[in-house]
């Protein structure tokens, strides 16, 4: 059965340092990867999406992630934080033609001190 | 383009009661999710449409909560009789297609005392 990891269920990170939110998952087949970012009483929003390709993801908001199949992991990076990141972010995966939808990793909640 | 609209915002019930969330995706979207995310946890899918009929329906508590979403636009989540355990965010999602991008609505925030 398909299931995401997210390790860290809070990081707090300093203003203008950089930022890794780690995600691992698990599924037999080439995953379609998500992060969502939540903001307190906000749905969520996507920041980016893995389907296919460059394994190296560009996404809103300055975001980027990285594939690893050896690795199953799909982090999430950000090289400089700003007091405005502060939220609860999601990893999840979709299970492709499979006809399942996403499955969320449990959330990690990002603090940024300044 | 307008987003995933839901209602209403907030709910508060007594247990045993029932209630009901109204869902209006995005225009052309013919996936439809219903998700429920308790307090601390990630969204955990209820029930998935395609059009007007059910994908996934294996997580929904078929004894208490109904889902359906007539003429493949609209959709209406049910819980009847409410238990405490059920206060959490519901959340209606919709995509083009199946696992491409789902678009969220702000969900809606149940009580149940």
């Known amino acids: 059965a398909q299931s995401v990891t997210q390790p860290d269920i809070h990081i707090t990170v300093s203003e203008g340092a950089s930022l890794e939110l780690r995600c691992n998952y698990s599924y037999g087949a080439t995953p379609y990867l998500f992060w969502y970012v939540q903001s307190p009483g906000q749905g969520l929003q996507l920041l980016l999406k893995?389907?296919?390709?460059?394994?190296l993801v560009q996404g809103i908001k300055g975001f980027e992630a990285e594939f690893k199949r050896s690795q199953s992991s799909f982090n999430l990076r950000k090289p400089s934080v700003h007091w405005s990141d502060a939220a609860e972010y999601f990893c999840a995966v979709g299970a492709g033609q499979a006809g399942t939808a996403l499955i969320f990793g449990k959330g990690t909640t990002l603090s940024v001190s300044s | 383009e307008a987003g995933v609209a839901q209602s209403p915002r907030y709910k508060i019930i007594e247990k045993r009661q029932s209630v009901a969330f109204w869902c209006n995706p995005i225009?052309?979207?013919?996936?439809l999710y219903w998700y429920q995310q308790i307090l601390g946890q990630g969204p955990k899918l209820l029930i998935q449409f395609q059009n007007n009929g059910v994908v996934d329906d294996s997580q929904l508590p078929k004894d208490r909560f109904s889902a359906e979403r007539l003429k493949g636009v609209d959709s209406t989540l049910k819980i009847q009789p409410a238990k405490l355990e059920d206060s959490a965010v519901y959340l209606c999602a919709s995509s083009l297609e199946i696992n491409t991008e789902a678009f969220f609505g702000q969900g809606t925030r149940l009580t149940v005392v």
């Open positions: 893995y389907f296919s390709g460059d394994t």
């Open positions: 225009s052309g979207h013919a996936t």
